[in-house]
């Protein structure tokens, strides 16, 4: 099936860093979603994206749309200690009833 | 509260056996999913319903098999054919089919190991 290329594969920051990660799609996509998951746990929707150029926030995290509607981009700013996770894009493709494609994740770590 | 459930949390296979997984949802969703995530692969579709009584194969549906007699319910058979089938295994719903752009939502997953 198709993927998302989704990087950088792992981050180590340290706390009150701003973050960003970003994901590419060869194929034009009409939905970005940017989830994260905690260790043992199942993702949890942070931020859904509708529209080329939109510009979203939840908190300190801010996700764009990009233009092309190839990419999307995660910012996360001033991070803490429990931004720890995994973060991952997914995407709708514009054409056909198919599923989300899903990247293969950002590995965060904070170092307090 | 809404949300989707998925039972058990931690589960044992002895090799040749089948297995099933469970994912009741209370979301009133039309679509399930199911999803195997290992170390470093992100999350792969094994089957995905849109309807009762309907259901579709994913990106690695070989092994595994699902019913859907209840809107709420989509159970996964992890079956004795699956050669590798210890993994992290995720449950989600939308309220439409995929062709809907609606976002997928989680259960907390089910760990499966092979004794």
């Known amino acids: 099936g198709q993927q998302l290329n989704q990087s950088p594969q792992s981050m180590f920051i340290q706390e009150g860093e701003d973050v960003s990660m970003n994901c590419t799609s060869s194929?034009?996509?009409?939905?970005w979603l940017w989830y994260k998951q905690d260790p043992g746990e199942g993702p949890v929707l942070l931020i859904a994206?509708?529209?080329?150029?939109e510009l979203t926030s939840n908190g300190r995290l801010t996700a764009q749309f990009g233009i092309t509607r190839k990419d999307s981009f995660l910012n996360i700013s001033a991070s803490i200690p429990s931004d720890v996770g995994i973060y991952f894009c997914?995407?709708?493709?514009?054409?056909?009833?198919?599923?989300?494609?899903f990247g293969k994740g950002t590995r965060l770590s904070v170092i307090a | 509260d809404g949300g989707i459930t998925q039972s058990p949390k931690y589960l044992f296979r002895k090799e040749g056996q089948n297995v099933t997984l469970s994912c009741e949802q209370n979301?009133?969703?039309?679509?399930m999913y199911w999803y195997r995530q290992d170390p470093g692969q992100g999350l792969r579709l094994i089957y995905y319903?849109?309807?009762?009584?309907?259901?579709q194969k994913g990106d690695i549906a070989e092994g595994y098999s699902v019913s859907r007699e209840k809107k709420e319910s989509f159970p996964l058979t992890v079956t004795s054919a699956q050669k590798n089938p210890t993994a992290f295994y995720l449950c989600?719903?939308?309220?439409?089919?995929?062709?809907?752009?609606?976002?997928?939502?989680f259960g907390d997953g089910t760990r499966l190991s092979i004794l």
């Open positions: 319903s849109q309807i009762v009584n309907d259901f």
């Open positions: 194929s034009i996509f009409n939905t």
């Open positions: 979301l009133n969703h039309d679509a």
């Open positions: 997914a995407g709708h493709v514009s054409t056909g009833n198919t599923p989300l494609v």
């Open positions: 994206l509708y529209k080329a150029g």
């Open positions: 989600a719903s939308s309220d439409r089919g995929p062709s809907s752009n609606q976002p997928q939502h």
